[in-house]
C-alpha cells in the first residue's frame, strides 16, 4: 500500500455510518475513484466542511489497487464552491454539472482534458454574480470533446433548422428519417456558434425554457449512445426551477 497525493475535485458525498463519508472524486492522475472520509461528518473532525460537492482539495491517500474505495488520510481546500450556496440557480447547475461528468467517466479512467474543463467551469462559476443557464448545454458541448466524441456539424449560416444523427455525430440540414434529434432554428445557431467556438455569443441567443429543455435531452441522448453506462440525467426539473 503506497501514499499517494493529487489534486481531487468532490463529485458526490454520501454518509458513511455515523461519523464518515464516502466521496467520489475525480483527478488528472488518477481518474474517478472513491475514498472514505472517516470523522467527516463530525463538526471538528479533520475532514469536516472540507470534502463538499464540487470542492476542489490536494488529497493524501492509501492507495491499494485492488480496493474499491481508497482511504483518505489527508485534505487541503485548494478552490470552495461554498459561496454558490447564496445562488439557487448556481447551485442546482453545479449539480448539474457533477452529475454529468459523474456518469461520463468510468472508475480509474483518466481524461486531463475533462479534469481541466471542470477545473475551469469552477473557478469562472464562483466569480459570476449571474449565471445564465444557457451554460448547461454549453458544457454538454464541451464535454463531447473531451471524450472525444465531437459532433461535425455540416450546416450553412443560414440554417432554419438541423437533424444530429446520433451514431455518426453529423449534425446537418438533411434528415436521415432514424436515429436522429431534430433541432429549431435558434437551437441550431446556438449549437452551430458552440461548435464553431465563438467566445461567449451563444449566450446572445434568447432560448425557450422548452427549447433548453429539448436541446439538453437531445444532447443527453447522444452521449447515451456513445458513452457505456451513460444515463439521461434530469434536466426538465432543473429548468422548471430556474427559468420563468
Not at 221 to 229: D, Q, T
Request: glycine share 4%; charged share 20%; hydrophobic share 40%.
Amino acid at each position: 500500500m503506497g501514499l499517494e497525493t493529487a489534486t481531487a475535485i468532490v463529485l458526490r458525498t454520501i454518509d458513511y455510518q455515523e461519523s464518515s463519508k464516502i466521496i467520489t472524486v475525480l483527478t488528472e492522475s488518477h481518474g474517478k475513484f472513491a475514498l472514505i472520509a472517516r470523522g467527516a461528518k463530525k463538526p471538528k473532525g479533520l475532514f469536516s466542511g472540507v470534502v463538499e460537492t464540487g470542492n476542489t482539495l490536494h488529497i493524501g491517500f492509501a492507495y491499494k489497487p485492488n480496493r474499491m474505495v481508497q482511504d483518505l488520510r489527508s485534505a487541503d481546500l485548494v478552490h470552495s464552491v461554498a459561496s454558490l450556496r447564496s445562488d439557487f440557480t448556481s447551485w442546482l447547475l453545479l449539480f448539474q454539472v457533477l452529475e454529468r461528468i459523474t456518469a461520463l467517466v468510468h472508475e480509474h479512467e483518466k481524461n486531463t482534458d475533462l479534469f481541466q474543463l471542470l477545473t475551469q467551469f469552477l473557478s469562472w462559476l464562483t466569480k459570476q454574480e449571474q449565471v445564465p443557464v444557457h451554460v448547461l448545454p454549453y458544457i454538454q458541448i464541451r464535454c463531447m470533446s473531451c471524450c472525444g466524441i465531437d459532433v461535425q456539424f455540416e450546416l450553412s449560416d443560414i440554417a432554419k433548422q438541423s437533424y444530429l444523427h446520433i451514431p455518426s455525430g453529423i449534425l446537418s440540414e438533411v434528415s436521415t428519417q432514424t436515429g436522429e434529434k431534430k433541432f429549431n432554428q435558434r437551437q441550431t445557431k446556438f449549437l452551430t456558434t458552440v461548435l464553431s467556438g465563438r467566445s461567449k455569443d451563444f449566450l446572445l441567443i434568447d432560448l425557450s425554457k422548452n427549447e433548453l429543455v429539448q436541446l439538453v435531452q437531445h444532447l443527453d441522448a447522444y452521449f447515451h449512445y456513445h458513452i457505456e453506462g451513460y444515463n439521461p440525467q434530469r434536466s426538465q426539473q432543473f429548468f422548471d426551477l430556474v427559468v420563468s
